[in-house]
Structure formats: structure tokens, C-alpha cells
């Protein structure tokens, strides 16, 4: 009988094709499994892998709504040090203090993970690498630019930042968009394009009209010179473009990036500052910054400074509410401050709100804004954990929301009490075990900042409110996006309130 020579040929091709599929496979299998990275993280405790994949099924099998609930679950299951892999992309996860210490404070593994490169289109190669109230302090204080003077609206900017968060967030766990290539095809890289427009027309706006004010001081100060010394006043000029963008010198952003560990917690606002925005014009001047980096880093700030402070007094008025013996002690704080006054907090005010600072921190630990830190190893790394040895290549995250929680430095450490910040407390923990605003050499720029914030807008709130919440702390619905939310939303109720001394009227 003779074989049709169609149907053979057909065979031979699928047998052909299969052959090669597991020839591939055997040899990804051999060159995953044998990596030396894959080997290192391997040996760390963590969920059984599936062969070449990995744990590439882990964020398929939760959503984002519930990875919180899960990294607790693997925690309590694996300890304070675990590794996964997908492909030959390795992550290791530390919330050890001795651990992160080693991580944090070296100047060696400063670079942050390739997941931030999500934020380039955003926030350029600035430092990081939502409410509207918000960007009109921040525009006001680190840029210097009063609120009349902008076009664009606060609640736009805080929209569009919120929906951007949401599309970065989106591309860290939807592998079919972490690809350049297929994502700029995608209906969400049309999204994303609108939205910048938005953010980064607000940002040109925001160094337009500080360029102004910079501009005219100059020029009012020369005025003086010309006077008293009888010479011509020269041409300035601050808003010129400045060539040859990339060729910054290491130390350009030296006075913005110093290490906040090293300065005195209690000098803040005690003397006339520049406006952030007024140091870099100032660092352009003396030919150490270009436009495109000033650019790049006022859309940085906007975006750390607004979001996260946005989280964290939310989360604070949450947590108030569910304590009304800890929101009576605030509230007798600001009554003892300010007295029966309507009049605007200063910073001698936030000075003496000592007992809401603790209430602020205790927030903080339980739920810090950003949730985790993710670092690109450059060498590899022996911790004092289970005595491991990190890959380098492998991307650490080092994750502060269970460091915080860590029942050998905070005694009960799900429940909300802000008496774990009293000093003798404080000197008796390890220096990493509180990091919400990450440490060492790439710690926030802005913490002191931050906390002074969220002191006036506290305080303003608490002073005329008291905070009703029905839903306890153990109950919130956690979502670390880019930002730690709560998925079920920051539900309170507000009732208005007098100062003990007008409570008679």
C-alpha cells in the first residue's frame, strides 16, 4: 500500500516541530535551573517553583486586591527572608533589620530595580528612579509658586497622578505589558499619554512661574548693587536652555541628595529657606544643572510628595477614628496649643504636637505609604539571616510593611499604639526596624518635610473635626499599589467640634 506522500509529509513536519519544542525546552530548563542566580535564590525558603517558569504562576493566582493578604500569609509561612524566580528573573524579599541594613546603607546597591523604569516616561531620570489641597501646599512650599498663579487645578493633577499610579501598577504584574513593544500598542499607552499631558503641563507651568519670580529677584537685586556700587547692571537670563543634557556631573543634585541621617531632626523651618525649585535654578546657574534635569525632578517631587502624604493622612484619620482615646488626646494637644484662635499653624505650632507626631508615626508603621523597596544587587550579598548569600543581578525587596510588624521590636505590633514612640522605646530598637521613609545614602529627600505636612493638615482637620470610623484597623482592605491604599476606600465621618475653651458658648 502506498503512503500518501501529503500525509507524510505532514507527519515529519509535526514530528519535526515537536522535537524541537522539547529540544528548547530541555535547553531552557538546563540554563534556568543551572544559572547561578536561579541556584543562589533557590536555596532561600519560599513556595515550590515550577520547572523554567518557576513561580511565574504567583501574581496569575492572586489579584491585586489581595496580594497583601498573601505576602502576609508567605511570611508567616517562610520567615523574614524568601526568594522566587520567574524565568531567569530572581527576587529575593528581606524585612530583617540587620538584613536591610546591609542592603540600605551600602553605596554599592544603590540602583533601583527595573520595575521603576515604568516611571521614565513620567518622572525622567529624577529621584526616585491625592488630593487636590495637596498640590496646592506642595506647589506653594517646595516650589515656591502661590496657588493663584497656576492655571491648572489641583483635583485634575490629582486624577491624573492616581490614574497613572494605577497603569504602573498595572504593568508590574500584567506581564503581557511589562514589554516596551507590545505596551506602547496597548488602548492604556493612549491613556497614559493624556494623562501626561496633564501632569507634566502643570510642571512646566509650575518652573514658568517660578522662573519669573527667580528672574525678577535677580534683577531687583542687581537694582540694589547698581546703586550702591555705581556699576551696569549685566543681562540675566535664568530661563535659557542649557546644552548637552546628559552630561551631569555625579555630585549635580549634592545639596538635594545629602544623607538625611546625618542632619539634626530639629532644623527644620528654623531658618529662611530657598523653595526647592530656587536651588536648582540656582544649581543651573552655576552650570551644575540643565532644564531637562530640573524638569525631571520637580515632576519627581510633585509626584512623592503628593501621593504619599495624601495616603498617609488618610490612613490617619482612619485609625483616629477608631481610637477616641487617642484622637482626645490630640485634640487636647491643639486645644492646649491653640486655644480658642482660628488663626493658621505655624511652625512653632508643629514644634510642640508632640503627642500627635507619635499618633503620625504609629500610622506610619502600621502602614507605611510605600510599602516596600526594590534594589538591583551589583555584587553579591552575604546576610545575617539563615547565613544566605543574594546573586548579583537579583532584584531585593526589602519589605518595611512586615519589618514594622515584627513582634521583636514592637510588642503587640498589630495594634495601634502610639506610646512605641517614646523615646526609650525608640533607643531601644534597631535603627532599620523603622524605615518608612526608607535610610541611607537614597532615603527620602523630603521625610522632614512630610512630617511637617502632615502635622498642619492634621491639625487643621482635628481642630474643628472629630473622626467617626466603623470599620476597625484589622478590618482594612489593604492594596499596595504604587501606594499603600485601602481597596475598600477611607471611609470615616466627620463631626464638627469647639475647643474645650469654647465648649460653654
Same mark, same amino acid.
Given at each position: 500500500?502506498?503512503?500518501?506522500?501529503?500525509?507524510?509529509?505532514?507527519?515529519?513536519?509535526v514530528?519535526? !516541530? +515537536?522535537?524541537?519544542?522539547?529540544?528548547?525546552?530541555?535547553?531552557?530548563?538546563?540554563?534556568?535551573?543551572?544559572?547561578?542566580?536561579?541556584?543562589?535564590?533557590?536555596?532561600?525558603?519560599g513556595?515550590?517553583?515550577?520547572?523554567?517558569?518557576?513561580?511565574?504562576?504567583?501574581?496569575?493566582?492572586?489579584?491585586?486586591?489581595?496580594?497583601?493578604?498573601?505576602?502576609?500569609?508567605?511570611?508567616?509561612?517562610?520567615?523574614?527572608?524568601?526568594?522566587?524566580?520567574?524565568?531567569?528573573?530572581t527576587?529575593?524579599?528581606?524585612?530583617?533589620?540587620?538584613?536591610?541594613? &546591609?542592603? #540600605? !546603607?551600602?553605596?554599592?546597591?544603590?540602583?533601583?530595580?527595573?520595575?521603576?523604569?515604568?516611571?521614565?516616561?513620567?518622572?525622567?531620570?529624577?529621584?526616585?528612579?491625592?488630593?487636590?489641597?495637596?498640590?496646592?501646599?506642595?506647589?506653594?512650599?517646595?516650589?515656591?509658586?502661590?496657588?493663584?498663579?497656576?492655571?491648572?487645578?489641583?483635583?485634575?493633577?490629582?486624577?491624573?497622578?492616581?490614574?497613572?499610579s494605577?497603569?504602573?501598577?498595572?504593568?508590574?504584574?500584567?506581564?503581557? #505589558?511589562?514589554?516596551?513593544?507590545?505596551?506602547?500598542?496597548?488602548?492604556?499607552?493612549?491613556?497614559?499619554?493624556?494623562l501626561?499631558?496633564? $501632569?507634566?503641563?502643570?510642571?512646566?507651568?509650575?518652573?514658568?512661574?517660578?522662573?519669573k519670580?527667580?528672574?525678577?529677584?535677580?534683577?531687583?537685586?542687581?537694582?540694589?548693587?547698581? $546703586?550702591?556700587?555705581?556699576?551696569?547692571?549685566?543681562?540675566?537670563?535664568?530661563?535659557?536652555?542649557?546644552?548637552?543634557?546628559?552630561?551631569?556631573?555625579?555630585?549635580?543634585?549634592?545639596?538635594?541628595?545629602?544623607?538625611?541621617?546625618?542632619?539634626?531632626?530639629?532644623?527644620v523651618?528654623?531658618?529662611?529657606?530657598q523653595?526647592?525649585?530656587?536651588?536648582?535654578?540656582e544649581?543651573?546657574?552655576?552650570?551644575?544643572m540643565?532644564?531637562?534635569?530640573?524638569?525631571?525632578?520637580?515632576?519627581?517631587?510633585?509626584?512623592?510628595?503628593?501621593?504619599?502624604t495624601?495616603?498617609?493622612?488618610?490612613?490617619?484619620?482612619?485609625?483616629?477614628?477608631?481610637?477616641?482615646? $487617642?484622637?482626645?488626646?490630640?485634640?487636647?494637644?491643639?486645644?492646649?496649643?491653640?486655644g480658642?484662635?482660628?488663626? =493658621?499653624?505655624?511652625?512653632?505650632d508643629?514644634?510642640?504636637?508632640?503627642?500627635?507626631?507619635?499618633?503620625?508615626?504609629?500610622?506610619?508603621r #502600621?502602614f507605611?505609604?510605600?510599602?516596600?523597596?526594590?534594589?538591583?544587587?551589583?555584587?553579591?550579598?552575604? &546576610?545575617?539571616?539563615?547565613?544566605?548569600?543574594?546573586?548579583k543581578?537579583?532584584?531585593?525587596? $526589602?519589605? =518595611?510593611f512586615?519589618?514594622?510588624?515584627?513582634?521583636?521590636?514592637?510588642?503587640?505590633?498589630?495594634?495601634?499604639?502610639?506610646?512605641?514612640?517614646?523615646?526609650?522605646?525608640?533607643?531601644?530598637?534597631?535603627?532599620?526596624?523603622?524605615?518608612?521613609?526608607?535610610?541611607?545614602?537614597?532615603?527620602?529627600?523630603?521625610?522632614k518635610?512630610?512630617?511637617?505636612?502632615?502635622?498642619? +493638615? #492634621?491639625?487643621?482637620?482635628?481642630?474643628?473635626?472629630?473622626?467617626?470610623?466603623?470599620?476597625?484597623?484589622?478590618?482594612?482592605?489593604?492594596?499596595?499599589?504604587?501606594?499603600?491604599?485601602?481597596?475598600?476606600?477611607?471611609?470615616?465621618?466627620?463631626?464638627?467640634?469647639?475647643?474645650? !475653651?469654647?465648649?460653654?458658648?
Amino acid at each position: 500500500m502506498d503512503t500518501d506522500p501529503i500525509t507524510t509529509s505532514y507527519t515529519s513536519i509535526v514530528t519535526f !516541530s +515537536l522535537l524541537t519544542l522539547v529540544a528548547v525546552l530541555i535547553a531552557a530548563y538546563y540554563y534556568i535551573e543551572t544559572s547561578r542566580a536561579v541556584r543562589f535564590i533557590k536555596k532561600l525558603p519560599g513556595p515550590p517553583s515550577i520547572p523554567i517558569i518557576g513561580h511565574g504562576l504567583l501574581p496569575l493566582t492572586c489579584p491585586p486586591e489581595l496580594m497583601v493578604e498573601k505576602a502576609i500569609e508567605l511570611y508567616e509561612k517562610y520567615g523574614s527572608t524568601g526568594g522566587v524566580y520567574f524565568g531567569t528573573k530572581t527576587v529575593a524579599f528581606i524585612s530583617d533589620p540587620r538584613d536591610i541594613e &546591609i542592603i #540600605l !546603607s551600602s553605596s554599592t546597591h544603590i540602583d533601583k530595580s527595573e520595575e521603576y523604569k515604568f516611571f521614565k516616561p513620567w518622572l525622567g531620570d529624577g529621584l526616585l528612579i491625592t488630593k487636590a489641597v495637596t498640590v496646592d501646599i506642595l506647589t506653594e512650599t517646595a516650589m515656591g509658586v502661590r496657588k493663584e498663579r497656576r492655571q491648572k487645578t489641583g483635583f485634575e493633577y490629582a486624577m491624573a497622578v492616581m490614574k497613572l499610579s494605577d497603569i504602573i501598577h498595572r504593568r508590574h504584574y500584567d506581564i503581557s #505589558l511589562r514589554l516596551d513593544m507590545f505596551f506602547k500598542y496597548s488602548k492604556l499607552a493612549k491613556v497614559q499619554e493624556k494623562l501626561l499631558n496633564i $501632569v507634566h503641563t502643570l510642571t512646566e507651568h509650575v518652573i514658568k512661574e517660578k522662573a519669573k519670580d527667580v528672574e525678577e529677584k535677580l534683577v531687583k537685586d542687581q537694582q540694589v548693587k547698581e $546703586v550702591q556700587n555705581d556699576q551696569p547692571m549685566e543681562n540675566l537670563n535664568v530661563t535659557e536652555n542649557t546644552k548637552n543634557a546628559n552630561n551631569r556631573p555625579a555630585n549635580y543634585m549634592h545639596y538635594v541628595r545629602d544623607d538625611l541621617d546625618d542632619i539634626d531632626e530639629n532644623d527644620v523651618g528654623e531658618k529662611k529657606r530657598q523653595a526647592f525649585l530656587e536651588m536648582m535654578f540656582e544649581l543651573k546657574k552655576n552650570g551644575q544643572m540643565t532644564d531637562e534635569e530640573i524638569w525631571e525632578e520637580v515632576n519627581t517631587i510633585m509626584f512623592e510628595g503628593h501621593d504619599t502624604t495624601a495616603a498617609g493622612s488618610s490612613f490617619a484619620l482612619c485609625v483616629l477614628g477608631n481610637h477616641p482615646d $487617642v484622637q482626645a488626646r490630640v485634640h487636647e494637644e491643639l486645644d492646649t496649643i491653640f486655644g480658642d484662635s482660628d488663626r =493658621q499653624c505655624t511652625f512653632q505650632d508643629t514644634l510642640e504636637m508632640k503627642y500627635l507626631e507619635r499618633v503620625i508615626m504609629e500610622t506610619l508603621r #502600621l502602614f507605611p505609604p510605600v510599602p516596600l523597596i526594590a534594589r538591583h544587587l551589583n555584587e553579591d550579598v552575604k &546576610i545575617v539571616t539563615g547565613n544566605y548569600v543574594l546573586p548579583k543581578s537579583a532584584t531585593v525587596l $526589602v519589605v =518595611q510593611f512586615m519589618t514594622h510588624r515584627l513582634e521583636k521590636y514592637y510588642p503587640n505590633p498589630t495594634v495601634f499604639d502610639p506610646d512605641n514612640f517614646l523615646p526609650e522605646r525608640m533607643q531601644q530598637r534597631h535603627y532599620y526596624a523603622y524605615i518608612p521613609f526608607s535610610a541611607g545614602p537614597r532615603s527620602c529627600v523630603g521625610r522632614k518635610y512630610a512630617m511637617l505636612k502632615l502635622k498642619v +493638615l #492634621l491639625s487643621t482637620i482635628l481642630r474643628n473635626y472629630r473622626i467617626v470610623s466603623d470599620t476597625p484597623d484589622k478590618d482594612f482592605q489593604l492594596r499596595a499599589d504604587i501606594i499603600l491604599k485601602r481597596h475598600d476606600g477611607f471611609k470615616i465621618k466627620v463631626e464638627p467640634r469647639k475647643p474645650a !475653651s469654647r465648649k460653654d458658648e
